[in-house]
């Protein structure tokens, strides 16, 4: 309804402001309707830990709904700490200094202390209405000193407690029974609901003991309303107050403490504030703080500022005075817009930065008009079966098993059975995982990052250079073994190149400091001297061998293909699809005609004379490239004897390979080249796809080109 009502008079350029948690929803409905819309969205009320959001039913969806909006904001930093933890904890997001990140997404959180219109206060303390009230309470409460507390009836404003808190000042101070008054108004709420009636008769029924117990015939210690005042009443009690009593349990910052600063210019009266309240951050310092459920306490800080020096009085209302007067809500709105402005700016500089959506429609016409099509899919996140993530703390056994999508697996097999298309998925798992899920279908599968290759018609085969050193495997995998032992919910794989420990169903910020450690502990010992890269991921740290990285197996991959005679004409259509790591995302820019100038290990000038120099019928990758060891993980004594070549292997290959003028693997026009990052908006590729069904849909429209 709020949408349908913003969407009808929204014009561009216009800025959209949703407040509290009644419309939580409402940022993600605006932005699906217009994505360009500048949304903000506050909360006036206090956010829960992530302990108590998590309970609630629609707690993901709350969430996200609120993550839609470019800025966030909330009285204190305690709530929007425990907003960013919630995102951390139960979206498994990322929280960054300035807010929450989404795949390269950053919704902005931020703390904006509201404040109030000060100078209208000031200004009515002249009005002869005002001063005529003043004079009139003054009167009434002579040679008393009176204390003030205005909430609204709510459980959350602790009168309960404040009153009791007074019963215990007059027990322990019984001087102070005929000199003291306390003035509570309690704006009645929610009337026709029990558990306010219940507050409200206890109120009333303490109210009535402790005045039955101190009180006399001619005066009471307590008097209280049950209704409203008008502002100027309102302002002139203000005025004639010597301590204002603030004992909220919970409230979101409680702006009762700044109108009552705002009307003791003559009095300098005292401040005792919940430090519960939001209003505790701002005014803490000039105020006296208290424990709301402590009785005692609160008892103690009455005799104390009832006796209070003038001159610390006038200390602390010159600080609080001072805050108000600088901090007015005028100044918090624009401070909000401002923000919400400066937000959308760096956004949209963001965005720029983000490779566009694929154009399927493009993508697919290019492929029905090339000859010969080389596919390059990865297979986590970008060809498995979804999990839903609202149980993803939950499914972990389930998540952990990676399966074909189900939707896959007819359009796949058309696609491998195409004589002019190539499908290669290249996945950092091993071969086991690839086998149970590839072994029908016609393609060529490569195994932890492309060291092990194999078409599904033949052997496993490695890639691997001869004399590496794994000496560093199985102190790395005590390491693992160690942390896995000592973070719940994790778990690590022993894979035949590398090792990978994954936390990322453990808690967020212990596994965050787990994996600090346990960086700390592999630099200073076991891979201090090694030969080897650490590749840190989202939820995961790997330790794999220098130089093992997609991009860089890719090149001894499609020499092998040409060897196999599996190429019969040059590679006209190149369609790379992967939800890979950063350091793997070197595939992306190999097949790329223009590179920036720099020292990179590989040029893409060198690869590209590399691959045009191969013919449908070179002999030379065989010498290089023979069959795998058997798929169980070899013991440390034999390790070194699997593996083949040297460090110079591409090099010496290239030697080998005979020049076949008028044929190349490659003739691949820009045109024809689609990279595709799945789910990651930080990518190197050319273009985005936001899912795993994304994909699926794709390959759906490519499998029915060939009918």
Request: aromatic share 8%; net charge negative; with cysteine.
């Amino acid at each position: 309804m709020f949408a349908d009502v913003v969407n009808e008079h929204y014009m561009e350029g216009d800025v959209v402001w949703c407040h509290d948690y009644h419309l939580m929803f409402l940022p993600k409905c605006l932005k699906e309707h217009n994505s360009k819309m500048k949304v903000g969205w506050f909360l006036h009320t206090p956010f829960p830990s992530s302990e108590i959001h998590r309970t609630l039913p629609s707690r993901s969806e709350l969430l996200r709904s609120v993550l839609a909006a470019d800025l966030v904001g909330f009285h204190t930093y305690d709530y929007a700490r425990h907003f960013v933890s919630a995102c951390t904890r139960i979206l498994g997001l990322e929280g960054t200094p300035d807010g929450v990140e989404d795949q390269g997404k950053l919704t902005r959180v931020a703390a904006f202390p509201i404040g109030i219109d000060s100078d209208r206060f000031v200004r009515a303390l002249e009005l002869p209405q005002v001063k005529d009230h003043i004079k009139e309470l003054e009167g009434r409460f002579a040679g008393r000193k009176v204390m003030l507390g205005v909430d609204r009836l709510d459980m959350i404003k602790g009168i309960p407690q404040k009153i009791l808190a007074f019963e215990k000042f007059l027990e322990e101070n019984p001087i102070w029974c005929d000199k003291v008054v306390l003035v509570q108004i309690a704006v009645p709420t929610r009337t026709d609901v029990p558990e306010y009636q219940k507050l409200s008769s206890q109120v009333h029924e303490i109210v009535g003991r402790i005045n039955g117990r101190f009180g006399s015939l001619t005066a009471v210690p307590i008097h209280h309303l049950d209704r409203s005042l008008d502002f100027h009443a309102l302002c002139a009690l203000y005025a004639v107050t010597d301590v204002a009593l603030v004992t909220s349990l919970r409230d979101g910052m409680n702006l009762v403490s700044y109108e009552f600063v705002a009307c003791q210019a003559v009095k300098k009266g005292v401040l005792i504030l919940s430090e519960f309240a939001g209003a505790a951050q701002s005014l803490g310092a000039g105020a006296i703080l208290v424990n709301p459920w402590n009785v005692t306490e609160v008892a103690a800080s009455i005799g104390y500022a009832l006796t209070m020096p003038p001159d610390e009085r006038e200390k602390r209302h010159r600080h609080n005075f001072t805050h108000i007067t600088t901090h007015t809500s005028q100044e918090w709105a624009e401070t909000f817009v401002s923000e919400l402005n400066d937000t959308v700016v760096e956004a949209q500089l963001r965005t720029r930065q983000i490779p566009p959506l694929l154009p399927t429609g493009e993508a697919v016409d290019h492929y029905m008009c090339s000859n010969n099509r080389l596919l390059i899919l990865g297979f986590n996140a970008t060809l498995t079966e979804p999990v839903d993530t609202q149980g993803r703390r939950i499914d972990q056994f389930k998540e952990m098993e990676l399966n074909l999508h189900p939707d896959l697996k007819e359009p796949l097999k058309k696609l491998c059975n195409d004589p002019k298309t190539t499908v290669i998925v290249l996945s950092g798992s091993d071969r086991n995982v690839l086998d149970e899920n590839f072994g029908e279908y016609n393609l060529w599968l490569a195994a932890e990052h492309g060291m092990f290759l194999r078409l599904t018609s033949g052997d496993w085969m490695t890639t691997m250079p001869e004399n590496l050193n794994m000496d560093w495997v199985d102190s790395v995998k005590h390491v693992f073994e160690y942390f896995t032992e000592r973070t719940p919910r994790s778990h690590f794989e022993l894979r035949e190149t590398s090792l990978v420990w994954n936390y990322k169903y453990a808690d967020v910020e212990f596994g965050k400091l787990q994996s600090k450690d346990l960086l700390q502990h592999l630099w200073t010992g076991p891979i201090s001297n090694a030969s080897v890269d650490v590749v840190q991921g989202a939820r995961s740290v790997e330790v794999r061998a220098v130089g093992v990285t997609k991009g860089a197996a890719i090149d001894r991959i499609l020499g092998e293909i040409v060897h196999y005679n599996a190429v019969k004409t040059p590679i006209d259509y190149v369609l790379c699809i992967g939800h890979f790591l950063p350091k793997d995302e070197d595939i992306y820019t190999f097949f790329e005609p223009e590179l920036p100038v720099g020292p990179p290990p590989t040029t893409r000038g060198k690869i590209a004379n590399s691959l045009n120099r191969f013919t449908p019928n070179s002999p030379g990758m065989s010498a290089f490239c023979r069959k795998a060891p058997p798929v169980p993980l070899p013991g440390p004594d034999k390790r070194a004897n699997s593996f083949l070549g040297n460090g110079n292997w591409w090099s010496r290959m290239r030697e080998k390979m005979t020049v076949h003028e008028g044929s190349s693997v490659l003739d691949l026009k820009g045109e024809n080249y689609f990279s595709c990052a799945v789910g990651r908006k930080r990518s190197n590729a050319r273009y985005l796809l936001g899912s795993s069904a994304e994909v699926v849909s794709l390959l759906k429209e490519l499998a029915d080109c060939q009918l």
